[in-house]
């Protein structure tokens, strides 16, 4: 099984990738979707949660307000590190899990969406990592335009996560998202070249195809065993 980190950072461009990965029939564990669900009013992430900020970053049906909470971890970073050490326990179960219901259904290429994949030390689980980057200036104002969100605003949310540059020093393989959408498909194209090349043995030992092979060899090797066993002691 080959499992593929897909980052980014905000207003990168990360979503689209994810979306033409979906077009192209590849499974996506989306790790916000994840998040959200451990948001979910009564579940334990969000009694964790609410617990830790208090019932004031609630909405008055229950849930979370995440605008509220947004704006109370992007501009304060111990509240952010807050709220990823109490959540990413709850995260790191939904996507293993979401992984491994994928896998059981046969599925040998999973792509994990992951902003936080870097900071979250998931990327040691993935290979390769494509990251969507940007240049800081695009981000800025791509993010400023999307959000309808002031300078000041939209850089503290940027600033909230590792820079792309740096990320770009650790990914395997880069989609440059400063141009048009058609140089993103392009790119994009090249990348499924990489991404649907042959598995390696390792990736195919972890595949369901693999595992049941193993198993299988066990189970003839205990038989075949058994058998000689049998023979031997009717000498």
């Known amino acids: 099984m080959r499992i593929v980190g897909l980052t980014g950072g905000i207003a990168s461009g990360k979503s689209t990738v994810s979306n033409l990965f979906k077009a192209h029939d ?16 009564g579940n334990t992430g969000w009694k964790k949660v609410v617990s830790a900020f208090g019932d004031d970053i609630l909405q008055p049906d229950g849930e ?21 050490r109490v959540l990413a326990p709850y995260i790191w179960f939904g996507i293993v899990w979401e992984v491994l219901k994928l896998w059981m259904e046969g599925f ?33 104002q791509r993010l ?3 959000d309808s969100t002031s300078e000041d605003d939209a850089q503290n949310k940027i600033n909230a996560q590792m820079s792309l540059d740096l990320k770009k020093t650790k990914a395997d393989l880069v989609i440059d998202n400063t141009g048009s959408l058609k140089d993103l498909r392009e790119q994009f194209r090249s990348i499924l070249v990489i991404v649907t090349k042959p598995l390696t043995w390792t990736e195919f030992g972890f595949s369901r195809r693999g595992v049941a092979l193993f198993l299988l060899s066990i189970v003839v090797g205990v038989l075949m065993y058994f058998q000689s066993s049998l023979y031997t002691s009717s000498l």
């Open 64 to 84: 979370v307000d995440r605008p509220k909470l947004g704006q109370i971890i992007f501009s304060n970073p111990e509240k952010r590190k807050l709220l990823n």
């Open 26 to 41: 590849f499974p996506v564990v989306d790790a916000d979707l994840v998040a959200r669900d451990a948001l979910k009013k």
């Open 108 to 140: 040998k290429i999973i792509v994990v969406d992951v902003p936080l994949l870097f900071e979250a030390k998931m990327d040691k689980w993935t290979k390769p990592i494509v990251l969507v980057w940007v240049d800081s200036e695009t981000q800025l």
């Open 144 to 146: 400023m335009l999307r």
